[in-house]
Structures are given as structure tokens and as C-alpha cells.
């Protein structure tokens, strides 16, 4: 009797046992029961249990869209994963070569700039280009292409003219302006105001400004033409010591220093420097300045000097005619005399000197 009753409490216990043993045996290859308890698996468990499974099927929803019907990719067979007999993903190549267009309101596509500081010409301006010869200065090649010395200056980004030497090749633009680079925070219109400019006269000189949401956008550090600008009266000095230019053009036929004088064949020191010319070509203010005297004199013939900033003195001599008063306030490259043979001279030149105090000193060392 007792022997019966366990049997059947055994058979009654097995016989409630098989459903579960049921249930577990429908899961087995996904889920596995806690000891003494019977679950039934979640969405949760069967993400735990195949999560590679799940982030493939994923990664092939996003990218799908981009292949078209084509199927530009390349086919991994190697790659087998429960569930999934084969993944295809996107080539490499074709990943760097997607172009993803912002919309812009009927522009065209403005090329990113790389390394904008290594660059020189970030414009689009016409322009030459010249190698100095050995007695060039930078004044005459502003004279020889009838461009300022501002702009060679700056676009060349010369920091000090006495650095330049034959051989350097210079670019030549046919358009005044300077470079001006862009500071932390400044936008396009801030420059333009800057300048006393409209931003509409800043595009046709900077291809380099990008349009984004339909406003021109630089950044700082990039560099940007303007035109018609000068470099400030206190960056020119720094570059080039006092600006003098040369005040008529012409070759210098005699130099500064001890010389045989021409007629007398006699050794003495010439304070200047002989600019050859022809009667009546416009002599100008070498650097801004006052007439403080005007004469004649045997040697010097007709003359005018003027006084600058700085100490500086300037003497204009062999002259024909003169344009100028004394006391006149006068502007660099103004005319104030003519080339002409009066004095000690026998034909017809400019003498120019340059006086640092008492002292006279060579020109050559300060014209440009």
C-alpha cells in the first residue's frame, strides 16, 4: 500500500512535470530556465541571446537604401552568422566617393581650400609674374607695371624690402588691393565695413568664400583679397624704413660717394645720386613733406628742398622749372619741379640727395 501511494504520487509528479519538459523542449535552442522555475522567454532575452544577429539585420536596414538596384557593393561570403547565410555591405571606395550635396540657392559648388596659409594666390585675378635682376627695387617695379608698392608688398608678403634679391619672382596683379587675414569672430560684413566696402565686392576677388545656408561664410585664419585697399601708412615703414620713392623715372647714371668729376677730372664726393631724364619730365615728391626752401645756385642750378617726417631732408637739383612755393605742403608723387640742365651740368638729369639730420646719406639705401 505504501508502495503504491509513492508510485502514484511519482506517476502523479511525472505526469505534471511533462508539460513543462514540453515547454522547455519548444525553446531549447533560444532560452534557458532558471533552475526550479519555468519562463517564458521575452523579446528582451532573444536580443541578449542573438544580438549579433539583431545589429547585422540593423546595419543591412540603413545601408540597403543607399545600394539601388544595382548593387554597388561588394559581396562578403566569408562572413556567416546564425540566421544569416550572407552579409553585404558597402565597398570602402564607395563610401569616400559619396557626394553628399548640401541644396544652395542656384550657385555653383565653391572648392574647399587646403592649407590656405601655404598658399600665396587665393584669388581670381589676372596677373603676371617677374624675376628681379639685380639692381631692381621694389619702386621700380611699381613704376615699371603701374601698380602700387602697397599691393606688391602685400601680396608678395614681403615684411622687409632689404630681404629682396635678384632672382625672386614677384606676382604682378593687374588689380590694386591687399591681403587681410580673417580674426576669430569676424564674419564677411564685419570685413566689408572694415574696409568701407559692400560684401558683394568681396565675392568676385575670393572664390574661397563658401555660401552656407544662403550666407557668404569665411573663417578665421583665411585669407582674403581686398580691393582697392592700402596697406596703413605705419606697416609700409616698418616693411620698407621711410618710404621714399624714386622721383623721376630714369636710369641713376651717377652713384653716391666718391666720384671723378666729369669735367674737371677731379676726385670729390658726390651727396646724391644723377637720375638721367629729358627737359621738362615731371620731377615728384620723393615722401610727403613741406618746401622749406626754393633757389639757385651755380652748382646746384635750380633747386628745391623739402622736409619730411622723421628728420629727413630732400634736395631736387639741375631743375628747368618748378611747381611749388616755399611753405607748400606737399604729397608723395605730387610734381613739383621739371627735369632740366641748369647749374653745374651738361645734360639734362636730376640730382637727388637725402640728408638725416646735418648728414647727408645715400639714396639708394631708401628708395624703393
Not at 651717377?254 to 637720375?275: A, C, P, R, V, W
Request: proline share 5%; net charge positive; glycine share 6%.
Amino acid at each position: 500500500m505504501i508502495v503504491t501511494m509513492k508510485r502514484q504520487k511519482l506517476e502523479i509528479r511525472t505526469s505534471a512535470e511533462k508539460p513543462h519538459r514540453k515547454k522547455k523542449s519548444q525553446w531549447s535552442n533560444t532560452f534557458v530556465p532558471l533552475r526550479g522555475s519555468v519562463e517564458t522567454p521575452g523579446i528582451s532575452d532573444i536580443i541578449l541571446r542573438h544580438g549579433h544577429v539583431f545589429i547585422c539585420a540593423m546595419a543591412l536596414m540603413v545601408f540597403l537604401p543607399f545600394c539601388g538596384s544595382e548593387k554597388p557593393y561588394t559581396q562578403i561570403k566569408a562572413l556567416s552568422l546564425p540566421g544569416l547565410r550572407s552579409l553585404e555591405i558597402p565597398d570602402k571606395s564607395l563610401l569616400n566617393s559619396l557626394n553628399i550635396k548640401t541644396l544652395r540657392a542656384e550657385t555653383e559648388s565653391i572648392p574647399v581650400l587646403q592649407n590656405p596659409v601655404e598658399r600665396i594666390v587665393l584669388w581670381d585675378l589676372p596677373h603676371s609674374n617677374y624675376v628681379m635682376n639685380r639692381n631692381d627695387t621694389i619702386s621700380q617695379i611699381s613704376r615699371q607695371y603701374h601698380i602700387s608698392i602697397s599691393t606688391l608688398l602685400s601680396i608678395n608678403k614681403i615684411d622687409n624690402v632689404k630681404r629682396m634679391s635678384e632672382g625672386m619672382s614677384l606676382i604682378i596683379p593687374q588689380v590694386e588691393g591687399i591681403l587681410y587675414t580673417i580674426k576669430k569672430g569676424e564674419t564677411l560684413q564685419d570685413v566689408a565695413i572694415r574696409f568701407s566696402l559692400d560684401s558683394s565686392d568681396l565675392i568676385p576677388c575670393n572664390p574661397y568664400i563658401t555660401l552656407r545656408d544662403k550666407q557668404f561664410s569665411v573663417h578665421a585664419g583665411q585669407e582674403l583679397f581686398i580691393p582697392g585697399a592700402v596697406l596703413h601708412e605705419q606697416v609700409l615703414r616698418e616693411q620698407m624704413g621711410e618710404l621714399f620713392i624714386f622721383p623721376v623715372q630714369g636710369n641713376v647714371i651717377k652713384n653716391y660717394g666718391n666720384s671723378i668729376d666729369d669735367l674737371t677730372q677731379i676726385e670729390t664726393f658726390h651727396n646724391g645720386i644723377d637720375i638721367k631724364g629729358n627737359s621738362g619730365d615731371a620731377v615728384t615728391a620723393s615722401l610727403d613733406g613741406k618746401v622749406i626752401a626754393i633757389g639757385f645756385n651755380s652748382s646746384y642750378g635750380n633747386y628745391i628742398i623739402l622736409e619730411h617726417q622723421g628728420g629727413y631732408r630732400s634736395l631736387y637739383a639741375q631743375l628747368q622749372d618748378r611747381a611749388v612755393q616755399k611753405n607748400d605742403k606737399v604729397l608723395q608723387g605730387q610734381m613739383i619741379a621739371t627735369v632740366g640742365t641748369s647749374g653745374y651740368t651738361r645734360e639734362p638729369h636730376l640730382h637727388f640727395s637725402l640728408f638725416k639730420g646735418k648728414k647727408s646719406i645715400d639714396p639708394m639705401d631708401y628708395l624703393h
